[in-house]
Antibody, heavy 117, light 106 residues
Framework: QLQLQESGPGLVKPSETLSLTCTVS??????????WGWIRQPPGMRLEWIGS???????YYSLSLKSRVTISLDTSKKYFSLKLRSVTAADTAVYYC?????????WGRGTVVTVSS | SSEVTQPPSVSVSLGQTASISCSGD??????VCWYQQKPGQSPLLVIY???KRPSGIPERFSGSNSGNTATLTISGTQAMDEADYYC?????????FGGGTKLTVL
């Protein structure tokens, strides 16, 4: 069965770039009809969609984060990645990767990222 | 996608029916799904495409979506249903989450 696993640094300094990877196992990352998304949740707060990437590389980003976000897909290595530039303390959150299309039916366990000097 | 709004909290007596609303401009024209999230856990999809249940989700969970409001209904609410519930709208690749509703089972 398909599983997703987030990985990356748990601590990032302000103004630097947050980089996370989501590894897909137990299934295909290049199947048509699926989006692969990143969602985050600051402590005690709501879920926030960051962006999604389609199997063909098409990307969709939250308007509020669009200027700082890049999501990419590596189908040969079965992972997709998130880069969030110029981070501040407001970017501290649990970051989840998940599979679409219109609803995220499979989620990773999430990874905590803290922005602090 | 535009904003979607949920009540911060809903209370329901054990065994009764709980309804959680999600409001947004022309929400009925978009696909809406619902997630259940318990403390320390990843969200769990309980309703997708307005009213469909994923495999393994109990029949007591149902959904509807029309006009500007989508509704998640939990019939015969059980203690295990106490959680945060989030609606999510999808429109041409763009996603927006509601603010979440804390469901308390009395």
């Amino acid at each position: 069965q398909l599983q997703l696993q987030e990985s990356g640094p748990g601590l990032v300094k302000p103004s630097e770039t947050l980089s996370l990877t989501c590894t897909v196992s137990g299934g295909s990352i290049s199947g048509t009809g699926y989006y692969w998304g990143w969602i985050r949740q600051p402590p005690g707060m709501r879920l926030e969609w960051i962006g999604s990437i389609y199997y063909d590389g098409s990307t969709y980003y939250s308007l509020s984060l669009k200027s700082r976000v890049t999501i990419s897909l590596d189908t040969s290595k079965k992972y997709f990645s998130l880069k969030l530039r110029s981070v501040t303390a407001a970017d501290t959150a649990v970051y989840y990767c998940a599979r679409g299309p219109d609803a995220f039916d499979i989620w990773g366990r999430g990874t905590v990222v803290t922005v602090s000097s | 996608s535009s904003e979607v709004t949920q009540p911060p909290s809903v209370s329901v007596s054990l065994g009764q029916t709980a309804s959680i609303s999600c409001s947004g401009d022309k929400l009925g024209d978009k696909y809406v799904c619902w997630y259940q999230q318990k403390p320390g856990q990843s969200p769990l999809l309980v309703i997708y495409q307005d009213r469909k249940r994923p495999s393994g989700i109990p029949e007591r969970f149902s959904g509807s979506n029309s006009g500007n409001t989508a509704t998640l209904t939990i019939s015969g609410t059980q203690a295990m249903d106490e959680a945060d519930y989030y609606c999510q709208a999808w429109d041409s690749g763009s996603v927006v989450f509601g603010g979440g509703t804390k469901l308390t089972v009395l």
